[in-house]
């Protein structure tokens, strides 16, 4: 079993700062692609920026240039550092893992983490 957990959310002024992790539990041996999402009040869940197992990146139109996405492999984690917050940026942010391979050579497809909120304020 393998699960993602989110962390960092919370309420912040817009043009400020937050940075979100996210750490994969469990007996891992390698993750794929990792991913950020969000999904705001009365939205579709939409793609945020995703980070390959070699770190290529890539970012929505609306990030680009804000947020920056990293991973640290030996931690099995992920963080999306996010900059200069517009009221627009209010959403649950998940993480999510498109392929996530246990010690024991099982291979879990699609994990996503609960969410954790964040808030700006104008």
């Known amino acids: 079993q393998v699960q993602l957990v989110e962390s960092g959310g919370g309420l912040v002024q817009a043009g400020g700062s937050l940075r979100l992790s996210c750490a994969a539990s469990?007996?891992?041996?390698?993750?794929?692609?990792m991913r950020w999402y969000r999904q705001a009040p009365g939205k579709q869940r939409e793609w945020v920026a995703t980070?390959?197992?070699?770190?290529?990146?890539k970012y929505a139109t609306s990030v680009k240039g804000r947020f920056t996405i990293s991973r640290d492999s030996a931690k099995n984690a992920v963080y999306l550092q996010m900059n200069s917050l517009k009221p627009e940026d209010t959403a649950v942010y998940y993480c999510?893992?498109?392929?996530?391979?246990?010690?024991?050579?099982?291979?879990?497809?699609?994990?996503w983490g609960q969410g954790t909120l964040v808030t700006v304020s104008s």
């Open positions: 999510n893992a498109d392929r996530i391979v246990t010690t024991y050579f099982r291979a879990y497809d699609e994990v």
């Open positions: 469990g007996s891992i041996r390698a993750i794929n692609d």
């Open positions: 980070i390959t197992s070699g770190e290529s990146t």
